[in-house]
C-alpha cells in the first residue's frame, strides 16, 4: 500500500508525480529544484542559496510527512557544474549530523528541469 505525501510548504509538482510517495516505512521524495513554494519564483544565482531552498523544500516533505533528515537514509545530488560542488556540500552538511548522515552521490548533468543548477532527491525510512 502506498500513501501519497503533498504540502502546500514545498513547490507543487510540475508534472505527473506527486512530491513524495509512503510505501510501507520508507518514503521516496521526489527530486526538489530551488522555487519557491508560494511564489513559484526559483532561486537563482547562488548556488548556495539554491540548495538551500533545495533541501528546505526537502525538509517541508520531511516534516510533512512526519519524518526528518535524521530517518533519510540516501540522497542524490545532481548538478550542473561539478566545480560547485564544494558549496553545495557546505550547506547540504549542515542538515546531517555526521554520525548519521545517509548514503549520497552526486552526479553532474547536462540540465536540470527549469534549467535550474542543482536538484536533490532522497529516500527515508520511517
Known amino acids: 500500500m ?4 503533498n504540502t502546500p510548504n514545498a513547490p507543487a509538482p510540475i508534472g505527473p508525480y506527486n512530491q513524495a ?3 510501507g516505512n ?3 521524495i521526489s527530486g526538489q529544484i530551488p522555487m519557491e513554494p508560494t511564489s513559484g519564483e526559483l532561486v537563482q544565482g547562488d548556488i548556495k542559496k539554491e ?7 526537502l525538509k517541508a ?5 512526519g519524518a526528518s533528515f535524521s530517518h ?6 545532481f548538478v550542473k557544474d561539478m566545480h560547485q560542488f564544494a558549496e553545495i556540500n557546505e ?3 549542515t542538515y546531517f549530523d555526521a554520525e548519521t548522515a545517509p548514503a549520497r ?5 547536462a540540465n536540470l528541469p527549469k534549467f535550474v543548477n542543482v536538484e536533490i532527491s532522497m529516500i527515508a525510512v520511517l
Do not use: G, R, W
Open 105 to 109: 552521490e552526486t552526479v553532474e548533468v
Open 2 to 5: 502506498k500513501k501519497i505525501i
Open 26 to 28: 520508507t518514503l521516496y
Open 61 to 65: 516533505i520531511l516534516t510533512a510527512a
Open 91 to 93: 550547506v547540504y552538511t
Open 72 to 77: 533519510v537514509v540516501k540522497a542524490t545530488i
Open 21 to 23: 510517495v509512503l510505501s
Open 51 to 57: 540548495t538551500q531552498q533545495s533541501m528546505e523544500n
